[in-house]
């Protein structure tokens, strides 16, 4: 079982800041199979990114993925106030799926 | 419009068993892989359980193992998930989720997602 571990667990920024989330996984990931979500509270997750830097139908060019091996990053170019919310990456196409357990991006 | 309701949560006594549902609509159903994932209260998220189209392939989560199964009916647009032996550990919102990474029987990554149902395990 791969094990993602996110940092920070909090990051205070300002609307129309970066935002740089990193997702480091316990051993390689292969092919890329690194997704992310954002979750606002009372919601379901949305999917922003898979295969590491594809971003989903739909998700604006502010939502960069990128990285591979152990490490991905996924960078919000500037903070819109819609983009407050939880941050989780997954590691899929094994059969054992895992999820990271999240980076809050809260207004500072 | 792609639309996943989930229903069937609700309050259980520990060592109980529930029945989750859910139902698929704006797409074909038998042509997608579904999963389940759960998110306790203030937590984060946990895959469950896989199942392939056909529903001949199954991957479950090392805690739900033996307790959690999950099935489909392709003729009724279904996906369900019978839980035994439920612990209070097991409360959360249930949600089924669609796979959309194609091109393997393995699990995926997830486009659509239910509002969820919630569990709560609690005597």
């Known amino acids: 079982e791969i094990v993602l571990t996110q940092s920070p667990g909090t990051l205070s920024l300002s609307p129309g800041e970066r935002a740089t989330l990193s997702c480091r996984a316990s051993?390689?990931?292969?092919?890329?199979?690194l997704a992310w979500y954002q979750q606002k509270p009372g919601q379901a997750p949305r999917l922003l990114i898979y295969?590491?830097?594809s971003r989903a139908t739909g998700i604006p060019d502010r939502f960069i993925g990128s990285g591979s091996g152990t490490d991905f990053t996924l960078t919000v170019s500037r903070l819109e106030p819609e983009d407050f919310a939880v941050y989780f990456c997954q590691h899929y196409g094994s059969s054992l799926v895992t999820f990271g357990g999240g980076t809050k991006v809260e207004i500072k | 419009e792609v639309q996943l309701v989930e229903s069937g949560g609700g309050l259980v006594q520990p060592g109980g068993s529930l029945r989750l549902s859910c139902a698929a609509s704006?797409?074909?159903?038998?042509?997608?892989?579904m999963n389940w994932v759960r998110q306790a209260p203030g937590k984060g998220l946990e895959w469950l359980s896989y199942?392939?189209?056909?529903?001949?392939?199954?991957y479950s989560a090392d805690s739900v193992r033996g307790r959690f199964t999950i099935s489909r009916d392709n003729a009724k647009n279904s996906l369900y998930l019978i839980m035994n032996s439920l612990r209070v550990e097991d409360t959360a919102v249930y949600y089924c989720?669609?796979?959309?990474?194609?091109?393997?029987?393995?699990?995926?990554?997830?486009?659509?997602w239910g509002q969820g149902a919630l569990v709560t395990v609690s005597s």
């Open positions: 704006g797409f074909t159903f038998s042509d997608y892989e």
């Open positions: 295969g590491a830097s």
């Open positions: 989720a669609r796979d959309v990474f194609k091109g393997s029987s393995l699990p995926g990554y997830f486009k659509d």
């Open positions: 199942i392939s189209t056909g529903g001949g392939t199954i």
């Open positions: 051993q390689s990931v292969s092919s890329s199979y």
